[in-house]
Nanobody, 116 residues
């Protein structure tokens, strides 16, 4: 089992920045991939950025050049630096982990609201 706790969401104006953080605990050694997803009102949950099992980073086209994902293996944290935020970035952001048994774990989510 892996437990995930997100923090750092909030209300900002367009063009501003936010940094999200996800703290992982439990069976950390079983983690295969880690990433951030988001869900806007009335839309499906979508991938924002993630590390693959080989350390490659994938970004959604809509956030490339604005968002940066990073991880600290010593602290078991996963961060998402979000710059130049747009109103369309509004949504609930979830930390996600998939382990080597293909089980997916999700955090409780943190709300990001960008006003235009």
């Amino acid at each position: 089992q892996v437990q995930l706790v997100e923090s750092g969401g909030g209300l900002v104006q367009a063009g501003e920045s936010l940094r999200l953080s996800c703290a992982a605990s439990g069976s950390i050694f079983t983690i295969k991939t880690m990433g951030w997803h988001r869900q806007a009102p009335g839309k499906q949950r979508e991938l924002v950025a993630a590390f693959t099992s080989t350390g490659i980073i994938n970004y959604a086209d809509s956030v490339k050049g604005r968002f940066t994902i990073s991880r600290d293996n010593a602290k078991n944290t996963l961060d998402l630096q979000m710059n130049s935020l747009k109103s369309e970035d509004t949504g609930v952001y979830y930390c996600n982990v998939i382990d080597w048994n293909r089980r997916a774990y999700w955090g409780q989510g943190t709300q990001v609201t960008v006003s235009s």
